[in-house]
């Protein structure tokens, strides 16, 4: 089972591929800046249908690229990937069933998981010395429409059910405190992919979770619908409106002190 608040299926699915065209340009910038240039294993972590594993091996051209994902329907639709290996195992739950990693890269994972510090710890700990760990999170996300705000508000109340944080980003000050580490980047990416994508993102999502007994329980109906609508509007009709993401990117060297 995947534990994501937006499920694995082959909407799901389809929504992370837009989600890739989004933020995938950004991504690849901040690897390409924070990575180094000699990578003997790299390891991608909740890589879903592929897409991040495939930018890891284009821009960094590891040795060897893992991608791995709790969920069998991801992995199902990932390995079809040449030259990329895939393993289904629960990342909260070292150690991975590899060879100590040189790189581990994960983006929109720590979002999903509680107790974001106590993970990264044990990800440090399956590191080869010298090796690097790669985070993309959300640290806010703003817009002028009302019924984006709202369904942020939404989606954050959700993830935090759920035992996740929308915006886990703003969890990267305490990692700090990890032993035997350095930071060796840690910026702020300012994203503002066009507002039809992002639409077409929330409503594929909006229909995987509003059938949450979190959400059912709490919202009528007729609301859902409504909001369903103006998603839908904005897909088609963005007219003058605005979003855009602060994306925490950190990188971490393992040293031994």
Same mark, same amino acid.
């Given at each position: ?26 991504? !690849? ?86 107790? %974001? ?118 897909? !088609? ?17 393992? %040293?031994?002190?």
């Amino acid at each position: 089972m995947s534990r994501y608040s937006f499920g694995d299926t082959n909407e799901a699915s389809e929504r992370l591929h837009i989600i890739d065209k989004m933020f995938g340009p950004s991504s !690849r910038k901040f690897i390409k800046e924070a990575g180094k240039s000699r990578v003997p294993l790299a390891l991608d972590l909740g890589c879903g249908p592929g897409n991040t594993t495939r930018m890891i091996a284009e821009e960094l051209h590891p040795d060897e690229v893992v991608g791995i994902d709790i969920s069998s329907s991801h992995l199902s639709r990932a390995n079809t990937l040449k030259n990329i290996t895939f393993i289904q195992h629960d990342v909260t739950q070292p150690p991975f069933p590899t060879d100590a990693p040189t790189l581990i890269y994960a983006r929109y994972l720590l979002t999903h998981l509680p107790d %974001v510090k106590r993970v990264v710890e044990n990800w440090v700990e399956e590191l080869q010395s010298g090796g690097q760990i790669l985070l993309e999170e959300n640290l806010w996300i703003d817009s002028n429409h009302p019924v984006i705000i709202q369904y942020l508000e939404i989606v954050a109340d959700l993830i935090k059910h759920n035992g996740g944080d929308l915006y886990s980003g703003r969890q990267f000050h305490g990692l700090s405190e990890i032993p035997n580490i350095e930071i060796t980047h840690h910026d702020v990416e300012k994203v503002s992919p066009p507002v039809e994508l992002v639409a077409q993102s929330f409503c594929l999502n909006f229909r995987i979770w509003k059938q949450h007994p979190f959400i059912t329980e709490r919202y009528e109906p007729g609301f859902l619908n409504e909001m369903a609508e103006q998603l839908q509007s904005l897909q !088609r009709e963005p007219g003058d409106t605005v979003i855009e993401w602060g994306m925490s990117q950190l990188a971490i060297e393992k %040293v031994e002190k």
